[in-house]
């Protein structure tokens, strides 16, 4: 094909966008042990790789995390920019 395919950016599942967007994310913070903040994601449902999409989270939040019962946890709080990171995924944030 040719570099002026204007169909090249459309994905092959067109679907897994509407997926991510029906899902409803929650994310709040905790204070753990010795009063350190914690922001927990959760609310994923289906097929998510919460695994991969955590690793990413943590790149560029800069910080270390796990997952946990299907829930994403941070190190620090991270609500505000873990939103924007999630909603410019196609998620939804509440």
Do not use: C, W
Not at 31 to 49: A, L, M, Q, S
Not at 67 to 88: M, N, W
């Amino acid at each position: 094909m040719s570099d002026d395919d204007p169909f090249a950016d459309i994905p092959d599942d067109p679907t897994a966008d509407l997926d991510r967007a029906e899902q409803r994310l929650t994310i709040r913070m905790e204070r753990r042990t010795y009063n350190k903040p914690v922001t927990i994601v959760e609310g994923f449902e289906g097929d998510v790789d919460v695994k991969s999409l955590a690793s990413d989270l943590k790149k560029s939040v800069g910080t270390g995390g796990t997952v946990e019962d299907g829930a994403i946890e941070l190190q620090g709080d991270h609500q505000d920019r873990a939103a924007e990171l999630l909603r410019d995924k196609g998620y939804t944030v509440e």
